[in-house]
Structure formats: structure tokens, C-alpha cells
């Protein structure tokens, strides 16, 4: 798989040309070929390690911190670099339209075994931005399925708001509401659904709990400015959102903000929202202080003290926590599991079975040593839910910074900043994990730092995924899943060696061409 330079499109011309949109350099000379399996120099016989519970200001929280003040930086960074014109590859934007993924390129976009169906700009989202949001930046997204029609929904965040796509027809994506932030703007926005409404949170100060009827979205054609339905203030900013559909319940997580009367440490805060207009809070676990995020289910793995109890799996800046939160007045620490190289515990999910958690740190491609180079995957044996142990560590062949994933069926979906959407094939017998399918929504270079996909949602009956780029909008994409099989049967190690080229100058408005390729290559494991 060769992705190679797609000619006739306006405006791509070479170095040698003049006058025209778009000015490439040469291609440099292609990387060394670099495996998805990486042999260990020295062994690692203690991969994880039971821990303390503590609701103490921990240097997790700090890492929060520091994490949230890094990507404005960077983002700074380019903007600035962007008004001097010192930066030219950072004018790249997608091409819109639909585009299979033909020898490495979907458009312009690095692909394996995925199509680009459609992409609309934050304009096209139906963003006006708000007072102060000179550079908006895309963040969390989701999904909803009407249970009327079967229409699918993209739900898609914002730095201003939350947007309402209808992308029953990938391929022409229609706009049909919008939501404002409660407040102010925040890069931070965080969006879950239960039955037909969506919860929506964030990091902008005071905005509490957005609730919204999806179904006044039915049967739209334009987009319409709305309100939300309720708004719970019983908190103010808080970092994420997580639901469980089948026992009514929302637990906002990592609440800062001390002078509300809920903020739980910034551990898991409970609302019932049996009656979706009205969440009403019911229980608060802060005994392990910040939790990041969480998966919380009930319960049906082969562990048979949990069997049918809600468990909540929670990922707390510096270890896996388990909680059992079926007494919503008694909530209770089953296990926290510190592991190996832990920089900042980000994300992660269970497999349907409840077998296996793959989790993903935010900070740990972001060292120095030779261990901290690529993109890493942790997969957990929660057979026992009071021994997590952690079994392997999936190595990508890029190095990029991993922020969500989510599992369905032995595929995990990974929104990985530069490297864009990865999917990652599980074999739980052996806690291996290898690279089935990628699309690149960032495709300027990949590197260990916060641009591209922010977040993916795998989970529409038609099999389209939708992607939420912070730099340019969303992105509706297409598996090409007998591609995938065929990958996954014939246990190909995934192995790559890619090449780039600068952008010399580029005029607003104008498209360039692919600016790094990818072809596949033969890397021996020996190990």
C-alpha cells in the first residue's frame, strides 16, 4: 500500500512552479521500516501493582493541569505561526467530498481499509463563534439513532457549543440544530446520550449540565438554533461526562470548581435521569479523588460476586479504579491498580464480555527514554475485578498521543491526535492487539502532540464512524469491514515506512496534496 500523490487536482503543483495555489518541496527519503511489535531490551516482570485509594490533591491532577496548558500553548503556537505566514503546512485543509481509500489516499488522507464519505468545516457545523473564540477547536463527539425513523445523528462538540448533524446519507451530512455553551467558550466539551437526550458538560466556568430532546431534531432539513430543555447547576465546569443507558444514570466526572455543593472531589457525581428533564443528583464517590473518565456497566463478566451489580471502570490520572456504584448511597472501591510507565491515565474501555480493559495515558509517548516512543495500548485482564492485572502493551508503528477508544465486538476505534482513527484488532486469548485499518485526518506529519482526532464514535447500526478533528470539523468515514477480515485472517504484524514534504507557500483557501505517504513493509519480529 503505496499512498502516492493524486495528480490532475487544482492547485497542487510542484517546487518548480510559480504563481499557483499551492508549492510543495521534494520528498524526503523514506523512514526506516518500523514494526507494530516491539522486542523489550530488558524484561518487565511487574507490569501493574494494587494502590492506596487517596482523595488528595495527587500529581495526577497537576498532570490535568499541565496537560490542559499544553495544548493551548501549542495551539497558540500555530495560530500565532499561522498570522506571521512562518507555517504554511498548517493552511492544509481536507478535501470535501466522498473518497475510497485507493492505494494509501482517501482524498488526501492516509488510509488503510477506510473511506472518507463526507467532512464539514466548523462553518458548516453551524458555529458562529462566540465573543473571545477567535480560533474555534473541535472536541468530543457522539452519536444518536432515532428509534422512529433510524436516522443517525452525529453529535459534535465544540469549543462554543454542540452541534446536531443528520448523517443518515453519509455522503451529504445536513446540519439540523445547534446549542451554545451555557457560558463561555472552552476547548474542553464532553456529550453522552440516554434513550433520546443528550447530557453535555464542559470545562467553561459555570455551565453545569446541558440537557436536550434529540427528537425535535426529527424531520429537520436546515439547521435550527436551540435552547437546551433543562440545565442542571447543582456543579460548574466539570471534564467529562459518562452514561450508563441501562440504569438511567450520568455521572459527571472531574469537577474543579469548590463553591458549588456538588463536586465530589471531582470523583464520579451521580444523577438520576430516569425523568430526563429533571437530573436529580443521588450519590457522590470521591474516595479516589479525580476520576479522569469512566465506563460504568452493569455488570455480566465471569467474575460472579459482581454479576449484576453496576460497575463503574475509572480511569484516575495515575491508575485503574473499580468501583461498585449499585448503592448509589454506598458506592465502594472494589480495587485501585497502579502500572508500569503510567504518565497520565486517560481513557479506556471494557470488551462486551467484561473480560478485558484497554486502557490509554495521555503522556506517555511524551518522554525521552526508548520506551516512551510509541503510541501505547494497555490491555487488562479484569477476569478477577479485585486483581486487575495488566498483560500486554500494544506498541504502534507512529509515534502520536492516544485520547479515546471505544470497543465494538474484537475491534478497538482510537481517536489518536496526529496519527487520526486507528483500529486495533483484539485477540483476547493472547491479549494482542495489531493494526486492522487507520484514516489520517491530520496528515501535515504525526508527531506526539494535541492535533487531529480528538474523538470517534463507532457505534451506528450502518457501520459509518464519525470523527471530530480539533483543527478542522468533522469527518464521517466508512470501514471497509471485509478489508478488515481479510487483514485480521491473515495475522499480518502491521509494519510501515513513510515519507514527508514540505508546504513552500500555499494562498488562502487553497487545497494541498497529500503532504506525507505511507506504504506497508516486511519488519521481522525476532523476538
Given at each position: 500500500m503505496i499512498a502516492?500523490?493524486?495528480?490532475?487536482?487544482?492547485?497542487?503543483?510542484?517546487?518548480?512552479?510559480?504563481?499557483?495555489?499551492?508549492?510543495?518541496?521534494e520528498w524526503s527519503d523514506w523512514s526506516s521500516c518500523t514494526s507494530s511489535k516491539h522486542c523489550r531490551k530488558e524484561p518487565l516482570p511487574v507490569f501493574s501493582y494494587p494502590m492506596e485509594a487517596t482523595d488528595a490533591w495527587d500529581e495526577g491532577r497537576d498532570a490535568m493541569g499541565k496537560i490542559m496548558a499544553e495544548k493551548e500553548r501549542q495551539w497558540k503556537a500555530i495560530d500565532e505561526c499561522l498570522a506571521k505566514g512562518t507555517c504554511p503546512e498548517h493552511k492544509w485543509r481536507p478535501i470535501p467530498g466522498s473518497h475510497d481509500c485507493t492505494q494509501g489516499l482517501a482524498g488526501d488522507l492516509e488510509c488503510l481499509n477506510i473511506h472518507q464519505r463526507s467532512y464539514r468545516n466548523f462553518d458548516e457545523l453551524g458555529y458562529v463563534p462566540v465573543a473571545g473564540d477567535i480560533n474555534p477547536r473541535g472536541n468530543d463527539i457522539w452519536g444518536w439513532v432515532d428509534p422512529l425513523n433510524n436516522d443517525e445523528y452525529a453529535i459534535a462538540g465544540l469549543s462554543g457549543g454542540t452541534s446536531f448533524v443528520r448523517i443518515t446519507d453519509p455522503q451529504n451530512p445536513v446540519t439540523v440544530g445547534f446549542i451554545y455553551t451555557a457560558t463561555t467558550f472552552s476547548t474542553w466539551r464532553d456529550i453522552k446520550v440516554i434513550g433520546n437526550y443528550a447530557y453535555i458538560v464542559s470545562e467553561a466556568p459555570d455551565h453545569g449540565l446541558q440537557v436536550f430532546d434529540l427528537t425535535r431534531l426529527r424531520g429537520r432539513t436546515s439547521i435550527e438554533y436551540f435552547e437546551p430543555d433543562a440545565v442542571n447547576n447543582d456543579f460548574g465546569q466539570?471534564?467529562?461526562?459518562?452514561?450508563?443507558?441501562?440504569?438511567n444514570f450520568v455521572y459527571v466526572v472531574g469537577?474543579?470548581?469548590?463553591?458549588?455543593?456538588?463536586?465530589?472531589?471531582?470523583?464520579?457525581?451521580?444523577?438520576?435521569?430516569?425523568?430526563?428533564?429533571?437530573p436529580t443528583f443521588v450519590g457522590c464517590f470521591g474516595d479516589d479523588g479525580y476520576v479522569h473518565d469512566a465506563q460504568c456497566v452493569v455488570y455480566h463478566g465471569p467474575d460472579t460476586r459482581y454479576i449484576g451489580r453496576?460497575?463503574?471502570?475509572?480511569?484516575?490520572?495515575?491508575?485503574?479504579?473499580?468501583?461498585?456504584?449499585?448503592?448509589k448511597s454506598n458506592m465502594r472501591m472494589i480495587t485501585k491498580t497502579g502500572y508500569i510507565n503510567v504518565a497520565y491515565t486517560?481513557?479506556?474501555?471494557?470488551?462486551?464480555?467484561?473480560?478485558?480493559?484497554?486502557?490509554?495515558?495521555?503522556?506517555?509517548?511524551?518522554?525521552?527514554?526508548?520506551?516512551?516512543?510509541?503510541?501505547?495500548?494497555?490491555?487488562?485482564?479484569?477476569?478477577?475485578?479485585?486483581?486487575?492485572?495488566?498483560?500486554?502493551?500494544?506498541?504502534?508503528?507512529?509515534?502520536?498521543?492516544?485520547?479515546?477508544?471505544?470497543?465494538?465486538g474484537d475491534l478497538t476505534f482510537q481517536s489518536n491526535y496526529?496519527?487520526?482513527?486507528?483500529?486495533?484488532?483484539?485477540?483476547?486469548?493472547?491479549?494482542?492487539?495489531?493494526?486492522?485499518a487507520f484514516i489520517d485526518i491530520y496528515p501535515i506529519r504525526t508527531a506526539a502532540e494535541f492535533n487531529g482526532a480528538w474523538s470517534v464514535y463507532p457505534y451506528f447500526p450502518s457501520g459509518n464512524v464519525v470523527i471530530q478533528s480539533i483543527n478542522h470539523?468533522?469527518?464521517?468515514?466508512?470501514?471497509d469491514m471485509p478489508a478488515i477480515r481479510k487483514q485480521i485472517q491473515s495475522k499480518a504484524i502491521y509494519a510501515e515506512q513513510t515519507r514527508s514534504r514540505p508546504v513552500l507557500s500555499v494562498n488562502k483557501g487553497s487545497y494541498c496534496p497529500a503532504l506525507v505517504e505511507t506504504k506497508t513493509c516486511d519488519a521481522p519480529v525476532l523476538c
Open positions: 502516492l500523490l493524486l495528480l490532475g487536482l487544482a492547485g497542487y503543483v510542484s517546487a518548480a512552479s510559480v504563481g499557483e495555489s499551492c508549492i510543495t518541496g466539570a471534564h467529562n461526562i459518562v452514561a450508563n443507558e441501562d440504569t469537577s474543579r470548581r469548590g463553591d458549588y455543593p456538588r463536586i465530589c472531589a471531582g470523583g464520579l457525581q451521580v444523577f438520576d435521569v430516569k425523568e430526563p428533564l429533571n453496576e460497575i463503574c471502570f475509572s480511569f484516575n490520572e495515575n491508575s485503574l479504579t473499580l468501583v461498585d456504584v449499585t448503592d486517560h481513557q479506556g474501555w471494557v470488551t462486551e464480555n467484561h473480560e478485558l480493559v484497554l486502557l490509554d495515558d495521555e503522556l506517555d509517548e511524551n518522554g525521552q527514554t526508548p520506551d516512551r516512543q510509541f503510541t501505547k495500548t494497555y490491555a487488562w485482564d479484569v477476569r478477577d475485578l479485585q486483581n486487575p492485572t495488566l498483560r500486554s502493551i500494544f506498541e504502534a508503528s507512529v509515534r502520536s498521543i492516544d485520547h479515546n477508544q471505544y470497543i465494538l496526529e496519527s487520526g482513527l486507528r483500529v486495533l484488532h483484539i485477540n483476547e486469548a493472547t491479549y494482542e492487539l495489531n493494526l486492522v470539523g468533522l469527518f464521517v468515514v466508512e470501514p
